[in-house]
């Protein structure tokens, strides 16, 4: 991260990384599940999956708080 980007974009960025990691957390409960019915298996990609859509939850609530302008401006 580059600390002498404007604030806006430092946010934005923080944010995309956040929402790679989300679906990177949801993606490996798919790829988990299918490949093992493991109990303790399963169990893990439950957990993701739920973590994965509680980061999703509070990063629209993030965005939708912030109100970033568009970048176009």
Known sequence: M???EPPDDR??????ALSNM??????????LARKSDDPLV???????EA???RAKKAL????ELLALPDRSD
């Open 42 to 48: 399963l169990q893990i990609t439950e957990g993701l």
């Open 60 to 63: 629209l609530d993030l965005e």
């Open 2 to 4: 580059d600390n002498n």
């Open 11 to 16: 946010i934005r960025g923080a944010l995309h």
């Open 51 to 53: 973590s994965a859509e």
């Open 22 to 31: 989300a679906s990177v957390s949801a993606s490996s409960a798919r790829l």
